[in-house]
């Protein structure tokens, strides 16, 4: 199976894309999948499960997700009672600012979320009202066109994230639900691969470790994230990867040998084959 690589808009002075007010059945929904943009959900209905990074999370009205850029993630919505929801996908040079307060920061919220590992935010009424209008107010705004409608998404969007930072910043990490679906085993075999991408991750490995048979760890596996072992070890060791471009100076040949991949050509050829461009190529860029 190939990785899902999600397309957006290729405006590079309004990289923002919106997907809103979306009811998707499982059919429709993508497989695993990640990307360098940062993913905000808001749902308004239905029921599901969204797998962010190494946890799942049972989707209802008012819940607002956070999705950090290069998270494997999925949804698996409700046969019966689809999540209908709202997504907007934002590089972060769109709400970037001059530092008038040293002390925040508008991606704080996502840099919170990837630290304590939890994606899910259960809102208030008020939070709830003001999304709904925020989310109504920006899709006017792409439809109607009028003249400084990307300043005025750009601000909707600050004024979203300004919220939540308000909010997600005056919690405690204690205070955050468990998020674990699923059996135990699976939950500490998410994190394992997490932690160790250097390691030898084989099906039969990690179902040694698990202590079940590798049948029952990949039926498992595959039931919960919608990916095979493989093909998530390797979306995962990329993520991790474009990670490590883009916070050190390190070679690549460093960074593929960290991230658990073979030899260098392997790198090239997995990285080319889940982000369509090579290693190289996304060093440069960055």
Known sequence: MNPIRKSFSDDPLFPFDFVYKDTKSPQRELPDHLHDRYELIYVYGGKGTLFIDQKFYDMGPGDIFLIPGNS???????????VTSTAIFFAPS????????DSYSSL?????????????????????????????DIH????????????????????VLLRLNRLVMSMHVSELDDA?????????????????????????????????????????????????????????????????????DEGLSWIADRCGFESLPHFHRMFKRMTGQTPGAYKRKR
């Open 72 to 82: 494997i993630h999925r949804a698996l919505p409700d046969t019966v009672e689809p």
């Open 94 to 101: 769109l709400i970037s600012h001059e530092n008038l307060d």
């Open 108 to 136: 704080r919220c996502f840099e919170l979320a990837r630290k304590w590992k939890h994606y899910k935010i259960e809102t208030s009424a008020q939070l709830q009202k003001h999304m709904v209008m925020a989310l109504e």
């Open 140 to 159: 006017l705004e792409l439809n109607q066109k009028n003249p400084g409608y990307r300043y005025a998404i750009s601000l909707q969007l600050q004024q």
């Open 180 to 248: 674990r679906i699923g059996p135990l085993w699976m939950n500490k075999i998410l994190h394992y691969i997490a932690q160790h991408p250097d390691q030898n991750l084989g099906l039969s490995a990690l179902a040694e470790q698990a202590s079940v048979t590798p049948a029952h760890f990949s039926r498992v596996f595959k039931q919960l994230t919608g990916m095979n072992v493989t093909d998530y070890v390797n979306a995962k060791r990329i993520a991790q990867a474009k990670e490590l471009i883009r916070t050190t």
